[in-house]
C-alpha cells in the first residue's frame, strides 16, 4: 500500500489492521483523513463498525475545525456472504456507515473514493459509492456480478450477454462501463501523476449528487436524469 | 379479512387500500409507457410503469409522496427507469414537503438485466433518502411483500425513519439463496422456511430494533400504523441524525455484534430477549407486541 500512497500524497500516517486502513496524509496543500479497506476485503459486520468508526471520529474530531476532506480507498470483493452477519441485520450496520458518511457530508467534509483493485455491489453500496467524487485506478474492477453468474440467475445465454455487453454499459463488468453512466467520475491512467490527479479531484468536488446528468452527458445513462426530473416535477 | 393481504394483493392494490380514496394521483403513470429499454434488447418482460409505482396522495387527510414495488414483476428489481422513478419521487419532496414520504418496497434489489444502472440508482436512492430526512420530512418503509426488502433495498429500508413490517415481511442484505450458492446449504438452507423466517423476518427484525412496528398482514394495519407514525411526527418533528445520535447507534450495534458474536438463528436472539423463547413464533401479532413491550 506505501506505493500507492507515496504515489497519492506527500506525506501519510496510515496504518492497516487486518483488512481496515485508516489514518491521515497530506496532498501538499492540505491535510486529509484516509479510510478504507484493501485485500479484496469482504464486508462484514465488524468491517462495517470499524468503517462506521473511522468516519464519525473524523467528525468528531474536526468539530471546532475546517472540516477535512475525507478519502476513502475502497477495495471490496461485496458484502460478507453469512448467515451471522445476515442475522444481525448486515443492511442495519450498512445503513448506519450511510448515515455516517452522510453527516460528514452535512457537516462539510469533502468526499473522495479512490478505487484501488475491485469495486463490487453491496460492498461498494456501503460507503464507496457515497461520495461526492468517485475515482479508479487503472486496472480496477468494478461490477455486481460477473457475466457467467449473471447468465446463470437470469437464464439469458451467455453467448447473448456477452454480444449486448460489447456495446451496451448497462449490465456488464468494468470501470468504463459505470464511467460512461455517471457512477464514476474519472479514471486514471498507470502513467497519470496520481497527486496531480488527486488534487485536481479535490478541486473539483461538489457535494451535490449529479451522476444521473453525467451519466446523460456521456450517453451510458440515457434515462435516469430525464425520468427523474419528469416525476419530481410533475 | 384475506382479501386484504397485504403480502398477496398487487402493488396498486396495496397503494389504494393504503390511502385515503380517490386522492391518489400517479406521476409518469403506466400511460406513458416508461418502459424499459434493456429488459427488451434481452427479449425479457417489460411493464409500462416499469416495476413501481409512484405519486401523491393523502393518508388521513395529512399530504405524502408514497411508492410501491411491484414484487411480480421482476421481483421488484430497481433497474434504470425503475430507480429514477423513486428518486424523482424523493427529489419533488424536497419542493412538495410532504408529512411524510411512505415506501411500499417490495424488492429483491438491483435488477441484474441493467445490473450496474440498477446500482447506480440504488446509490443515488441512498442518498435522496438522507437528503429528504435532513430536510426534515420522514421517510417510511412499509415492508409485507413476497420479495421483501433485500440487497441495495435493504439498506435503503433501514435508512427511513421507520420501518413497518409485517411477520411475512421480510428484511436482509443478500438472499439465502445467493449465499447457499456461493458458501454451500450447510451455511444457510435456502429452501428451510422456518429457518429463513427466523434470519430475515418481520418478528426477528422487530426483536433486534430493525423494524419500529410490527403489524398484522392486512393492508388496514399497515394504514393505521402509517397515520399513527405521521401523526407522531405532525407533533415530533424529525430531527436529523447529529453526531450524539449516530455515536449512540455505533454503540447499539457495537453491542449488538458483542452479545450475539457467534449466533447464527433467530432463535438465541429470542432466547436473550425472552422468557418463553420457544412460543415466539406461535404468538400472534398483538400477544408479540405485548410481550416485546414487558421485556424491554
Known amino acids: 500500500m506505501n506505493v500507492l500512497f507515496n504515489r497519492?500524497?506527500?506525506?501519510?500516517?496510515?496504518?492497516?489492521?487486518?483488512?481496515?486502513?485508516?489514518?491521515?496524509?497530506?496532498?501538499?496543500?492540505?491535510?486529509?483523513?484516509?479510510?478504507?479497506?484493501?485485500?479484496?476485503?469482504?464486508?462484514?459486520?465488524?468491517?462495517?463498525?470499524?468503517?462506521?468508526?473511522?468516519?464519525?471520529?473524523?467528525?468528531?474530531?474536526d468539530v471546532g475545525n475546517p472540516p477535512r476532506q475525507i478519502i476513502f480507498i475502497a477495495d471490496t470483493q461485496g458484502q460478507a456472504l453469512t448467515r451471522h452477519d445476515e442475522l444481525l441485520g448486515l443492511n442495519s450496520y450498512f445503513a448506519h456507515i450511510a448515515q455516517s458518511v452522510d453527516l460528514a457530508r452535512r457537516q462539510g467534509h469533502l468526499l473522495l473514493t479512490l478505487i484501488n483493485g475491485e469495486a463490487v455491489s453491496g460492498g461498494f453500496l456501503a460507503y464507496g459509492m457515497l461520495a461526492d467524487r468517485i475515482c479508479a485506478l487503472p486496472d480496477a474492477e468494478v461490477r455486481v456480478m460477473d457475466l457467467r453468474a449473471m447468465s446463470r440467475i437470469t437464464k439469458i445465454s451467455l453467448e447473448k450477454l456477452e454480444a449486448l455487453a460489447a456495446d451496451s454499459p448497462v449490465f456488464a463488468p468494468g470501470a468504463e462501463n459505470y464511467w460512461r453512466m455517471g457512477g464514476i467520475h474519472e479514471i486514471w491512467s498507470r502513467t497519470d501523476n496520481w497527486a496531480v490527479r488527486l488534487s485536481a479531484a479535490l478541486d473539483n468536488i461538489a457535494d451535490t449528487d449529479s451522476r444521473a446528468d453525467i451519466g446523460l452527458t456521456r450517453e451510458g445513462r440515457m434515462l435516469a436524469a430525464p425520468i427523474a426530473q419528469l416525476v419530481a416535477g410533475s | 379479512m384475506s382479501s386484504l393481504s397485504y403480502f398477496e394483493a398487487s402493488a396498486r392494490m396495496r397503494l389504494s387500500s393504503l390511502v385515503d380514496a380517490d386522492t391518489f394521483s400517479e406521476f409518469c403513470p403506466p400511460q406513458m409507457r416508461r418502459t424499459s429499454p434493456h429488459l427488451a434488447r434481452l427479449d425479457a418482460p417489460?411493464?409500462?410503469?416499469?416495476?413501481?409505482?409512484?405519486?401523491?396522495?393523502?393518508?388521513?387527510?395529512?399530504?405524502?409522496?408514497?411508492?410501491?414495488?411491484?414484487?411480480?414483476?421482476?421481483?421488484?428489481?430497481?433497474?434504470?427507469?425503475?430507480?429514477?422513478?423513486?428518486?424523482?419521487?424523493?427529489?419533488?419532496?424536497?419542493?412538495?414537503?410532504?408529512?411524510?414520504?411512505?415506501?411500499?418496497?417490495?424488492?429483491?434489489?438491483?435488477?441484474?438485466?441493467?445490473?450496474?444502472?440498477?446500482?447506480?440508482?440504488?446509490?443515488?436512492?441512498?442518498?435522496?433518502?438522507?437528503?429528504?430526512?435532513?430536510?426534515?420530512?420522514?421517510?417510511?418503509?412499509?415492508?409485507?411483500?413476497?420479495?421483501?426488502?433485500?440487497?441495495?433495498?435493504?439498506?435503503?429500508?433501514?435508512?427511513?425513519?421507520?420501518?413497518?413490517?409485517?411477520?411475512?415481511?421480510?428484511?436482509?442484505?443478500?438472499?439465502?439463496?445467493?449465499?447457499?450458492?456461493?458458501?454451500?446449504?450447510?451455511?444457510?438452507?435456502?429452501?428451510?422456511?422456518?429457518?429463513?423466517?427466523?434470519?430475515?423476518?418481520?418478528?426477528?427484525?422487530?426483536?433486534?430494533?430493525?423494524?419500529?412496528?410490527?403489524?398484522?398482514?392486512?393492508?388496514?394495519?399497515?394504514?393505521?400504523?402509517?397515520?399513527?407514525?405521521?401523526?407522531?411526527?405532525?407533533?415530533?418533528?424529525?430531527?436529523?441524525?447529529?453526531?450524539?445520535?449516530?455515536?449512540?447507534?455505533?454503540?447499539?450495534?457495537?453491542?449488538?455484534?458483542?452479545?450475539?458474536?457467534?449466533?447464527?438463528?433467530?432463535?438465541?436472539?429470542?432466547?436473550?430477549?425472552?422468557?418463553?423463547?420457544?412460543?415466539?413464533?406461535?404468538?400472534?401479532?398483538?400477544?408479540?407486541?405485548?410481550?416485546?413491550?414487558?421485556?424491554?
Open chain 1, 8 to 61: 497519492l500524497f506527500q506525506a501519510h500516517d496510515i496504518a492497516t489492521e487486518g483488512l481496515f486502513l485508516k489514518g491521515h496524509a497530506n496532498t501538499g496543500n492540505q491535510d486529509v483523513a484516509v479510510i478504507g479497506t484493501i485485500d479484496h476485503a469482504a464486508i462484514d459486520i465488524q468491517l462495517a463498525l470499524k468503517i462506521a468508526d473511522a468516519i464519525l471520529d473524523v467528525v468528531r474530531t
Open chain 2, 46 to 296: 417489460t411493464a409500462f410503469d416499469d416495476g413501481i409505482i409512484v405519486g401523491r396522495a393523502k393518508l388521513a387527510g395529512h399530504k405524502i409522496l408514497i411508492a410501491a414495488q411491484e414484487g411480480r414483476f421482476n421481483g421488484g428489481a430497481v433497474g434504470e427507469v425503475h430507480g429514477a422513478k423513486l428518486r424523482g419521487l424523493l427529489d419533488k419532496a424536497l419542493t412538495e414537503q410532504p408529512a411524510a414520504v411512505l415506501l411500499l418496497v417490495d424488492s429483491g434489489g438491483v435488477r441484474l438485466h441493467e445490473a450496474n444502472a440498477g446500482l447506480i440508482a440504488i446509490s443515488e436512492i441512498m442518498r435522496a433518502v438522507l437528503r429528504v430526512q435532513a430536510a426534515g420530512i420522514p421517510v417510511f418503509a412499509l415492508v409485507g411483500g413476497s420479495c421483501g426488502a433485500f440487497g441495495g433495498m435493504g439498506i435503503v429500508t433501514r435508512l427511513c425513519s421507520e420501518v413497518v413490517m409485517s411477520e411475512q415481511g421480510r428484511l436482509s442484505l443478500s438472499g439465502p439463496e445467493v449465499i447457499e450458492t456461493v458458501k454451500g446449504v450447510e451455511e444457510f438452507d435456502s429452501r428451510d422456511r422456518a429457518l429463513v423466517w427466523r434470519i430475515t423476518g418481520g418478528k426477528l427484525r422487530r426483536t433486534l430494533g430493525d423494524a419500529t412496528r410490527l403489524v398484522d398482514d392486512h393492508i388496514p394495519a399497515f394504514r393505521s400504523a402509517a397515520i399513527e407514525l405521521i401523526k407522531r411526527y405532525q407533533s415530533e418533528p424529525l430531527v436529523p441524525a447529529t453526531l450524539a445520535t449516530l455515536l449512540a447507534a455505533q454503540a447499539k450495534l457495537t453491542e449488538r455484534s458483542a452479545v450475539f458474536s457467534a449466533a447464527r438463528d433467530g432463535r438465541e436472539i429470542w432466547q436473550a430477549r425472552f422468557a418463553n423463547a420457544s412460543i415466539i413464533p406461535e404468538l400472534t401479532v398483538d400477544e408479540f407486541n405485548r410481550q416485546l413491550e414487558v421485556s424491554t
